[in-house]
């Protein structure tokens, strides 16, 4: 029965204690459920080999684990005293004592009385961190080597960190489980009921953009979104704002961006937030065309907001085009074990270096990549969004046809299906959701059209049109948000703007300004009106009632003397 393996392999004996105590009870629970076998296959429990780590410290569990780990492969059943026994009767080596003492190991560990079927989740954490602190203690002894080394310091250290990050089970498959039908309609029912009752409480993460959320009604966590486009057409600009939406709803956001610096990021995450031309920034100075006191002070009330107001959960992770998943992930993880993550944005999926090669065929690179992507938000429950290019095929068409629509009327012409998606086609197909972006033809362009390709659980193929400006980086919907034809019908009919003001922009922006006060003021004032004729009615009436014993006149002293505003 023994494996050759030390029974002090971590030199740390209140760790081997546990693990003593900890593992036979979860033999227990592995002997006398098959979900509970299927679960911690799948989550990746493994027995050891050779002296390579696996999760059970001592040698005597890891041979019932490993009789259980290959029982369960052949015959997808529990491990059985009567499988045990035609199993051990078929092997001609081994002693007479040998077996019956397996035999009489597998018999304790059924008969234990100190388990219960609760303890399952907590006992498998414990046992898969052990088996963690295990892998790094094993690679931790090649510290020694790269101290005493003379030279290659670099490498070793490089090869050691590459080494560390390769340790399994360092993230434990919490998503893969095994659901009978009676915990799935009652979780589903719970779930109905909670929706019912509490509508406003959404699980799901908004974007934002209300004509988005009318058809995906928010991001599931665990989702994985596609937005494809045109070079420039917008992607970028779609999902800033999306992000930005989310993590000014206080979500925890982090956008990976391959493309831009995280300094220039956030430049234009300013911008939006102030609703400033980008390109004033770009200018510099203090005149028309740059920065000057008017568009300067507003982007520094925007900087006070976000950062003394709002308060945005919100982290970018820049990186250079073709860096691995892999570490990208490395650097994800670290922000979630510091802050947790609810939505992660990747811009964008086809600039992500390739960690497999297939000579001719990057699809299937790129499919790997999008595969392990969409698996870590699935795990992690986060919901995931990236973007991918148009096939070059398609555009054409599709270009064709966006000049061709001249209004809301009319857009529905404008469909991007999943055959336009460029890359594997494993991609749209293993979305969750998927959206193609395209821009009208003005120069510059002012419209969005979104059409939904693909959505798992709601309606798709729609379109959708929103306002887009590039200059501010802004996304808004026109019909049911505060859009560009709304602020310019306002701006047209308002006969407070003077002629003069049209030709500074400054001092129309001024009077703009001006105008809203005064009309804020003005409803200030009427609120504040009614507030103080309810108080006052209310107390007259309560008078006619108790007018014959008003003899004194106290109750008219108490009217006038009333102050309306303790009410509020």
């Avoid at 907590?122 to 898969?128: A, C, D, G, P």
């Avoid at 589903?188 to 988005?212: C, F, W, Y």
């Avoid at 106290?554 to 505003?565: H, L, M, R």
Wanted: charged share 30%; hydrophobic share 35%.
């Amino acid at each position: 029965m023994s494996e050759n393996m030390s029974e002090n392999i971590i030199p740390n004996e209140d760790v081997m204690r546990m693990a003593e105590k900890e593992e036979p009870r979860f033999l227990n629970l592995l002997l006398k459920n098959l979900d509970n076998v299927s679960d911690a296959i799948s989550g990746g429990f493994v027995p050891s080999e050779k002296g390579k780590p696996g999760h059970f410290l001592i040698s005597k569990n890891n041979f019932i684990y490993k009789m259980i780990f290959q029982n369960f492969h052949k015959y997808k059943t529990v491990l059985t005293r009567g499988a045990i026994d035609s199993l051990l009767d078929m092997q001609e080596n081994g002693t007479e004592e040998t077996k019956a003492a397996i035999k009489g190991y597998w018999d304790k560990i059924w008969n234990r009385s100190d388990v219960s079927s609760e303890d399952y989740a907590m006992l498998k954490e414990h046992i898969n961190d052990r088996y963690v602190l295990w892998q790094f203690y094993d690679k931790w002894k090649i510290g020694d080597q790269i101290v005493k080394a003379n030279s290659g310091h670099a490498v070793l250290v490089e090869d050691f960190i590459k080494s560390v990050n390769a340790i399994n089970n360092l993230d434990p498959d919490n998503y893969s489980l095994t659901m009978s039908a009676e915990e799935g309609f009652k979780r589903a029912m719970k779930h109905v009921t909670r929706r019912r009752d509490h509508p406003d409480e959404n699980e799901s993460i908004l974007t934002g953009i209300q004509g988005i959320d009318d058809i995906y009604h928010g991001f599931a966590r665990g989702s994985y979104s596609v937005v494809s486009g045109f070079v420039g057409g917008g992607k970028t600009t779609l999902l800033i704002n999306m992000s930005f939406n989310m993590a000014k709803a206080g979500y925890k956001v982090v956008y990976v961006s391959l493309e831009k610096d995280a300094e220039l990021f956030f430049r234009r995450v300013l911008s939006l937030h102030a609703l400033t031309d980008y390109n004033r920034i770009k200018i510099g100075g203090k005149e028309k065309f740059g920065l000057s006191d008017f568009w300067y002070n507003k982007l520094q009330e925007a900087e006070r907001d976000l950062v003394e107001n709002i308060k945005p959960n919100y982290h970018c992770l820049q990186f250079v085009q073709d860096t691995k998943l892999t570490k990208i992930l490395a650097e994800v993880d670290k922000l979630k074990a510091m802050n947790g993550i609810d939505a992660m944005v990747v811009d964008y999926l086809q600039v992500i270096g390739f960690e497999s090669s297939h000579p001719g065929r990057p699809d299937i690179d790129l499919a790997n990549i999008h595969k392990r992507l969409m698996a870590y938000g699935r795990k992690n429950r986060i919901a995931v969004m990236t973007a991918l290019q148009l096939k070059s095929a398609s555009s054409k068409d599709i270009r064709n046809k966006t000049k061709k629509v001249t209004g809301v009327d009319n857009m529905s012409d404008i469909t991007v299906n999943t055959e336009d998606y460029s890359g594997s086609q494993m991609i749209v197909a293993d979305a969750d959701n998927a959206m193609g972006v395209v821009l009208n033809s003005d120069k510059p362009a002012t419209k969005m059209f979104i059409s939904f390709s693909k959505s798992r659980d709601d309606e798709s193929k729609r379109t959708i049109c929103l306002d887009y400006d590039g200059r501010i980086c802004r996304v808004a919907d026109p019909v049911r948000g505060d859009g560009q034809i709304r602020a310019v019908n306002e701006l047209i009919y308002n006969s407070e703007i003077t002629k003069e003001s049209l030709s500074s922009e400054d001092k129309l922006f001024d009077e703009i300004e001006q105008h809203e006060k005064k009309e804020v003021h003005i409803e200030k004032q009427e609120k504040q009106e009614k507030s103080i004729e309810l108080p006052k009615a209310e107390k007259a009436e309560q008078i006619m009632e108790n007018k014959a014993d008003d003899s004194d006149g106290k109750i008219e002293k108490e009217v006038d003397d009333f102050d309306p505003t303790e009410l509020f």
